[in-house]
């Protein structure tokens, strides 16, 4: 699997080169916004305490030049050629007032399960410039996004050839970061006019997803290195078997969402209204997997060297002691998922924490350090999961999303650092691994916990939207650099 569109994008540049990318760029309003510079980048984190981590040269590598490794280089610390180090976001997370979508609508219900409305979240529409200048500015050579398909397709069947092009920018912004794109096509949320069709327990969902995916890769293919049809389709199901420390007995993500479904249908007057947390689950799984085989297929008629994929949610699941169903839980969560991969491209996958599972999943074990969400403080995920993922598909691995919630920045250093080492020990031993993209660059909005969990490596000032680089973010941005440990 190369980035066989490594030199499409340059062609694509001349069109929209630094002439036309400057014109374009938003006004940046009169607001305390500043615009991160690379002086006050290295500024900024030399205050976070990390003079001396930042390498004297600030500019990511072209991903078409291969880094090799200094002749000194440490072995045993370095990572693959042309690894993919990178940092990931979803539209909904970090753009802000994305008004024509489903959540948007439910985050405004009185009593809404949202805690808070997304609002401006990290006015990244505005402010990508400089977001995706200063991912490749830290050292990282990968950027990971989503389309918000409700801004592009706010109305049925009429498709908003401005947001295209707003994408389209964002994509031409990386190549000239010479950052490698990874483009999530649907993150979750979805247009307000497909959730009142019934979402994907709608008959017809699959054909409508295909023909979003045909129009944008239509417009955007050239300027993408890896398609993803979905992220964590296999959510729905999972939500079926986890507990959070201090859940209480007996509740579980399913009932909480169906008890919301009801409300939100009752609210909003509609009786089919759906969407990807709220319906049920097996309707909505077999909608998705429909959906995911008619967009990739859309996908490729368009661009048939494209890569493609999707992103699933893994745990490392482990066995309790007694009455163990890890087996059934991976055949229903991962299952059918793991089976489709076989024939994909490659496979993102998507790990936190790990799950002792019992009948259901257990809670974290007592007297664990558990995270700002309630998950268990549990880095070594990352090389359990490379390892089961790659062994049941053989197809390449990329992690595509693995972090950590927490206001204490030492914690999220020392839960990066255990997490590389423990997937260089599963590249060492073979395991195909392509890369590596943190969650999340941005400190952003966490879903129904509102902005209160921050999985970001980079700071957000809501009232003034100043972005401040945490040490973390310093240190992974060196690591990606020098692409060793
Ligand atoms: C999702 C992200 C989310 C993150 C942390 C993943 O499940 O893809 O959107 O913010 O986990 O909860």
């Not at 009752?266 to 799984?285: H, Y």
């Amino acid at each position: 699997m190369q980035n066989q569109n490594a030199a499409a994008g340059f062609g694509v540049l001349a069109k929209y080169g630094s002439d036309k990318m400057a014109k374009d760029q938003p006004p940046v309003s009169k607001s305390s916004v500043k615009p991160i510079s690379r002086r006050t980048l290295l500024q900024s984190a030399s205050a976070a305490a990390v003079a001396g981590m930042i390498g004297g040269r600030s500019f990511a590598q072209p991903k078409s030049a291969a880094r090799p490794a200094a002749a000194s280089a440490d072995k045993s610390k370095t990572f693959p050629d042309k690894f993919l180090w990178g940092c990931a976001t979803a539209g909904h997370q970090v753009e802000g007032n994305n008004t024509s979508s489903d959540l948007w609508l439910i985050e405004h219900l009185p009593g809404s399960i949202f805690k808070e409305p997304s609002g401006d979240a990290c006015d990244h529409y505005h402010l990508y410039p400089q977001d995706i200048s200063m991912l490749a500015d830290l050292g990282f050579n990968t950027y990971r996004f989503s389309l918000e398909w409700a801004r592009i397709e706010p109305e049925e069947g009429s498709f908003s050839n401005a947001e295209l092009e707003h994408y389209r920018r964002m994509l031409a912004t990386c190549r000239e970061h010479h950052l490698t794109t990874l483009l999530t096509y649907s993150h979750f949320s979805l247009p307000r006019w497909f959730a009142f069709k019934g979402g994907w327990q709608n008959p017809g969902a699959p054909d409508l997803y295909a023909r979003f995916c045909e129009k944008a890769t239509k417009h955007l293919g050239d300027l993408v290195d890896y398609a993803s049809t979905f992220n964590e389709p296999d959510v729905p199901q999972l939500l079926n078997w986890i507990s959070l420390a201090g859940m209480p007995g007996g509740t579980n993500f399913t009932e909480m969402f169906r008890t919301g479904l009801d409300k939100v249908r009752r609210q909003v007057n509609s009786p089919e209204f759906a969407n990807f947390f709220l319906g049920d689950g097996m309707k909505i799984r077999d909608g998705v997997i429909a959906a995911h085989h008619k967009g990739r297929a859309a996908m490729k008629s368009v661009r048939s060297d494209m890569p493609v994929g999707f992103n699933l949610a893994m745990s490392d699941d482990q066995p309790a002691p007694e009455d163990s169903h890890l087996a059934e839980k991976q055949a229903d969560v991962y299952g059918p998922w793991l089976e489709i991969a076989k024939h994909e491209d490659y496979l993102g996958v998507q790990t936190y924490s790990r799950a002792v599972v019992g009948k259901r999943d257990l809670p974290p074990p007592k007297g664990a350090e558990l995270t700002q969400v309630g998950w268990e403080f549990y880095p070594e995920c990352v090389e359990h999961v490379v390892r089961y993922a790659s062994k049941q598909t053989g197809v390449p691995i990329i992690v595509t999303e693995n972090g950590i919630s927490t206001n204490d920045d030492t914690r999220r250093v020392e839960y990066v650092q255990r997490a590389l080492a423990g997937l260089k020990r599963a590249i060492d031993d073979g395991v195909d691994v392509r890369g590596y993209v943190a969650w999340s660059l941005l400190d952003n909005f966490e879903w129904m916990s509102g902005f209160d969990p921050k999985f970001g490596i980079v700071a957000v000032d809501r009232v003034t939207q100043r972005r401040t680089i945490k040490p973390s973010g310093a240190m992974l941005g060196n690591i990606a650099r020098r692409n060793s440990l």
